[in-house]
């Protein structure tokens, strides 16, 4: 019989200092039932959630509680395959939703999952979400990083000495919901006692290395280890949310220990796209600095509540309803008492039956895409005319880090971060002779109608070449630099619907597109 090991584990997220809301989501799921453990093992899931506003959380919190669920549905399927497939189908899900619903917003999420099934470790990734493996004092990255500072490195386009130099956007090159279809990394490793696996968003691998994991965690159990890993983060400077699950492997069992061991676990939930909303609530402090407790998995696999926002606006249809048939009651009252001469003494008429139909809820048990129900076709991509009328372009949302050079480069506008190739192949050409942008604090009704141009801040770009003309390009740079601030807008000539939405950009409605 294969090996069964005993298992501890903790999970924690939080929202660190710099956002205000928190677009990642953890879970897990230990199976108590020999049937489950022995066919599918315990899984273990980090989604960090991209799109601003509530669409990271919604598209997070769906691909974790998805995953969770359909997972131990499909015991037929062997693991690999499984998480392959069912990762797959949650990306067309989160795709096809960002088309309908969020109104050309990029809503997509990171995912790393880790089924530990008897003595095999076996992880999926797709974004820059991470895995690793403590061992014998040793720290090994599983996952590899689906952005581009790890795609540039990898193909040798650009050193590390570059890299930071131009402070290129490390913008996700493949995700869950950025295109119709996506690829699902696995790896695969054989366990022993004592190891230490750890998932984590990238709140937390952007300050750590693997020595700081090691001598941060090697001291305590996974409770302790998360709420460590998380206050590191947070002392760093905490600029993005920080998600850590921390798994232990123990030494060997049998399945009646492991099930007498444990409170009876009972499935997850499914969810269904109504249920898109929000993360868990804000964590307690901890000795002054803010960490998570790791909430118990139950509180993370039970069935989300409905917004609040949902039965408030029920509330205001059914008193305007009310209202409006109060009003025709009186209408029409007036006008029979008036054509009857003003008098009410007339017998009184058939009472009026009104009939109201609402849409009935989705039942508790239904999940987003049936049980063996093909996956539907990928929903055509809109074009700029068929997703409203009028012209449309692309507004890319500025974030920490962000330059111009490195933003033109991230969209191929440019084939190098730096200001030559700007000036070569945009600049000279005649492509692009103003910068337009919108700033921070300034694009607060975006989805409601359409921009004009005019609204924007404009900077003209320099038109002498930057070899024989250097001051002018000096200034210009340092204008920019201080234009565009994290919150901000830029806009981006001559990109198609596709790469807008794949890269995170917004495809905006316009009166008018600003002229090159």
Same mark, same amino acid.
């Given at each position: ?9 903790? /999970? ?27 066919? +599918? ?23 974790? /509680? ?92 650009? !050193? ?48 750590? !290395? ?61 969810? !269904? ?25 139950? /509180?993370?696999?039970?069935?989300? $509540? ?59 048990? !239904? ?58 192949? /945009? ?34 770009? $320099? ?18 630099? +201080? ?34």
């Amino acid at each position: 019989m294969k090996k069964i090991f005993q298992i501890s584990a903790a /999970q924690g997220t939080h929202t660190g200092r710099k956002r205000s809301h928190n677009e990642d989501f953890v879970g897990f799921f230990e199976p108590t039932e020999e049937r489950l453990l022995l066919s +599918s093992g315990c899984l273990y899931v980090v989604a960090d959630g991209v799109g601003g506003g509530a669409w990271g959380e919604r598209a997070s919190r769906y691909a974790v /509680q998805t995953l969770l669920y359909e997972y131990y549905r499909r015991a037929d399927v062997p693991p690999a395959e499984r998480l392959v497939q069912i990762i797959q189908e949650i990306n067309s899900a989160i795709y096809s939703y960002s088309l309908a619903e969020a109104a050309g917003r990029a809503v997509a999420t990171t995912l790393v999952a880790a089924v530990v099934w008897h003595d095999q470790l076996i992880v999926a990734n797709v974004g820059d979400s991470r895995a690793y493996l403590v061992r014998d004092g040793r720290v090994e990255q599983i996952t590899h990083d689906h952005n581009l500072t790890h795609e540039m490195r990898r193909t040798g386009v650009m !050193t590390e000495t570059e890299i930071l130099n131009a402070k290129i956007p490390n913008r996700l090159v493949r995700s869950l919901g950025g295109r119709p279809h996506t690829e699902v990394d696995i790896f695969t490793q054989t366990l022993q006692t004592d190891d230490r696996i750890i998932l984590c968003s990238d709140g937390l691998t952007r300050y750590i !290395t693997a020595w700081d994991l090691l001598r941060l965690t090697e001291p305590y159990a996974p409770e302790e280890a998360v709420q460590t890993l998380i206050a590191y983060a947070n002392a760093q400077g905490g600029a993005d949310n920080i998600s850590v699950i921390v798994v232990d492997i123990g030494l060997p069992t049998t399945l009646e220990a492991w099930t007498s061991s444990r409170p009876t676990a009972h499935l997850p939930s499914p969810t !269904t796209p109504h249920q898109w909303q929000t993360a868990p609530p804000p964590p307690t402090k901890i000795d002054e600095e803010v960490v998570p407790q790791a909430p118990p998995p139950a /509180q993370q696999h039970s069935r989300p $509540p409905k917004p609040a926002q949902q039965s408030t606006s029920r509330q205001m249809l059914w008193l305007a309803s009310g209202l409006l048939l109060l009003a025709g009651l009186l209408l029409g009252g007036a006008l029979w008492w008036f054509v009857r001469g003003g008098s009410f003494t007339q017998p009184a008429s058939t009472p009026l039956a009104v009939t109201v139909n609402t849409p009935a809820p989705l039942p508790s048990s !239904t999940p987003l895409l049936p049980t063996n129900t093909p996956l539907p076709t990928a929903t055509p991509k809109p074009t700029a005319t068929s997703l409203a009328s009028g012209p449309h372009g692309c507004l890319y949302e500025i974030t920490p880090g962000d330059t111009l050079y490195g933003t033109l480069y991230f969209f191929d506008l440019i084939n190098n971060a730096a200001r030559n190739p700007f000036w070569s192949q /945009q600049v000279a050409p005649g492509h692009l002779r103003t910068i337009y942008y919108l700033p921070a604090g300034s694009a607060t009704h975006l989805e409601e109608k359409p921009l004009d141009y005019p609204a924007m801040q404009a900077i003209p770009v $320099p038109q002498q070449s930057p070899s024989t003309a250097p001051h002018p390009w000096e200034r210009f740079e340092m204008e920019i630099a +201080s234009a565009l601030k994290p919150g901000g807008f830029l806009y981006l000539p001559g990109i198609d619907f596709d790469t807008c939405i794949e890269r995170g950009g917004r495809w905006q409605a316009f009166l008018r597109l600003p002229p090159p």
